[in-house]
């Protein structure tokens, strides 16, 4: 998430001559207390141009510009509103599922054509509002629920979240060595927190020089800075200081602009391919994957090239792009298929082992590896195509579940119908439906987004 609040503060990848977006729009969703607002306020600090606000003492007009009336003359007047007052800079919105879904729609506009347009009240404008957006929310039950997809939890319409390049899911996890971590730095805030009268360190997080820029005419900009505020040398628990992102940051943004080289749009357009072929069945994504993604893909690039002080963006930064796409993409999948592999790895370092220490005689030989492969593969075929078979008795069968739900649902005033009811209502058909070709039916229709099966009950959406 560091990364692309970085990107995020780097980007700014205009052509000349076009409309097309140039900021990175960032959504953090997750369980409370997981310091998504701690990282909105970081990127709020360090950003030159930002503007806060919350979703919930926030709206439609309040976020892009109202018309008003003056109280001595009469005369309609425009008000700019938080994005257009952000303008070329970073716009942040805490607590964004607070707002309601007609202010969602109202920063739809801004959100992709980054411009606002009015025409209210003989009044007939288009305001730039050149702006970035990080923006964090809470799932939809509070907290993140694992056994639901994650589109579930976020509960946005996909109109809204394709507008955002990136969307990271934030999780509570209880691991000691992460607890142990962040008690230690907590701790550390309180203990070294600076009393009355006693003044940061130059460039620290607490200077405030270094928050308004007026130091750097009066003394050089220190690189680093250690935790209790003191200079430092690189190394030696030393931190870059928050005078020196800014102006680092600063430069990246306004005087690096790189070009795309035919090796990077070669690369890019393959990635982008892979991407879209990885998703197609739509399961375990938190973003949808549209051509938006494929801009998405050059930002980051763009972003990625600016960091490292490149005119020309290279395969090195689509690699970069796409490599943080896919964590914010398949997070939860990534993480697993990771874990997986490494404890793959470890099995067969210890097999590996085993063989050695028996002198090599628990190796088997070429023929014996070659007819166990065989029954391998002929053994994997063989449940891939019972599946196959399953899927389409499903597939079939569906539409006498959806009758039988339909007839249930209009039958009673509550939108909830328990599974026993629909199971005495399609006791009529042949064969009888199974358990487990049930289950497999009503898990098929939730991920179409037609019911919602919990405990035994199904919900009409």
Not at 347 to 354: G, I
């Amino acid at each position: 998430m560091l990364r692309a609040a970085c990107c995020l503060l780097r980007a700014a990848y205009h052509l000349p001559g076009t409309h097309l977006r140039g900021d990175i729009n960032i959504l953090l969703c997750g369980d409370p207390s997981t310091a998504k607002s701690q990282l909105l306020r970081f990127v709020l600090r360090i950003a030159p141009l930002a503007i806060s606000t919350t979703g919930r003492g926030s709206s439609g007009v309040g976020l892009t510009a109202a018309v008003t009336t003056d109280e001595e003359t009469g005369d309609r007047r425009l008000e700019a509103g938080a994005m257009v007052l952000a303008d070329r800079g970073v716009c942040i919105i805490d607590e964004f599922d607070k707002m309601t879904d007609a202010d969602r729609v109202a920063i739809h506009e801004v959100m992709e054509q980054q411009t606002v347009t009015i025409s209210k009240a003989g009044i007939h404008a288009s305001l730039n509002a050149r702006c970035a957006v990080a923006a964090a929310a809470n799932p939809v039950y509070g907290q993140y629920d694992p056994n639901r997809p994650p589109m579930h939890n976020i509960g946005l319409p996909d109109s809204l979240l394709s507008r955002f390049d990136l969307l990271f899911i934030v999780l509570d996890k209880k691991e000691p060595e992460s607890d142990r971590r962040i008690s230690k730095h907590v701790l550390s805030q309180h203990s070294q927190r600076s009393g009355p009268g006693v003044k940061p360190a130059a460039g620290s997080l607490g200077d405030p020089d270094a928050a308004k820029g007026g130091s750097a005419a009066v003394q050089p900009t220190p690189m680093f800075v250690k935790a209790d505020g003191g200079s430092a040398a690189e190394g030696d628990d030393a931190r870059l200081s928050t005078a020196f992102i800014k102006k680092y940051i600063h430069f990246a943004k306004m005087r690096i602009h790189p070009k795309l080289t035919e090796e990077a749009s070669k690369r890019i357009t393959m990635l982008y391919a892979d991407l879209r072929a990885k998703v197609d069945d739509g399961k375990g994504r938190t973003l949808p994957v549209t051509a938006r993604t494929l801009e998405t893909i050059i930002r980051l690039s763009s972003a990625h090239a600016k960091a490292h002080l490149r005119n020309l963006v290279t395969v090195e930064d689509a690699d970069a792009a796409m490599k943080l796409l896919n964590f914010a993409i398949f997070s939860e999948e990534v993480a697993a298929a990771e874990k997986r592999a490494a404890g793959g790895e470890e099995e067969a370092a210890a097999e590996d082992e085993a063989g050695g220490s028996a002198g090599g005689s628990a190796r088997p030989s070429k023929p014996a590896a070659r007819e166990d492969g065989a029954a391998a593969q002929k053994a994997a075929a063989q449940p891939s195509a019972k599946a196959g078979r399953a899927l389409v008795v499903a597939k079939a069968r569906k539409e006498l579940v959806l009758s039988a739900l339909n007839t249930l649902f209009d039958s009673s005033v509550e939108e909830e119908v328990p599974k026993h009811a629909l199971q005495q209502q399609l006791q009529s058909a042949s064969p009888r439906f199974t358990d487990a070709e049930l289950e497999a039916v009503l898990t098929e229709l939730e991920e179409d987004n037609h019911i919602m099966y919990r405990d035994g009950a199904i919900h009409r959406i």
